[in-house]
């Protein structure tokens, strides 16, 4: 059984993360993840070769964005949400694109 290493919460990086979602596929991972909950690699990987999604796992993981476990033969994948909320306040709904920065809401007013 493959066993996925994780950092901590509290060692993430929002370089790290900007990095991480600079890949549109990788972002696009993300929002899917947001929207739907904890998926396999098949469910996301829209017919990419399994090594192009094994790198694209492997950047969003170091950058604290999902979690990946073994169950059986599959590989769940959750957004880390909670977690990087409690670090990031506001980061993930920026991400998601579901806030509106608040320059904006003052000059609408």
């Keep these: ?8 919460i509290d060692a993430v990086e ?6 991480a ?3 549109p596929f990788r972002l696009d991972i993300v929002r899917t993840l947001a929207r739907r909950g904890p998926l396999n690699c098949a469910a996301l990987s829209c ?7 094994s790198h694209h796992f492997r950047v ?12 059986g033969t599959e590989h769940i994948n959750t957004l880390r949400q909670d ?5 990031f306040p506001g980061l993930v709904a920026l ?3 579901t806030t509106v920065p608040p320059e904006l809401t003052e000059t609408a007013s």
């Design 60 to 71: 969003l993981r170091e950058a604290g964005l999902v979690r990946t476990a073994t169950q």
């Design 14 to 19: 929002t370089c790290a993360v900007f990095h």
């Design 95 to 97: 991400i998601l694109g």
């Design 1 to 8: 059984m493959e066993r996925y290493t994780h950092p901590s």
């Design 21 to 23: 979602l600079s890949d």
């Design 47 to 53: 017919d990419r070769p399994r090594s192009t999604m």
């Design 83 to 87: 977690e990087l909320e409690r670090r």
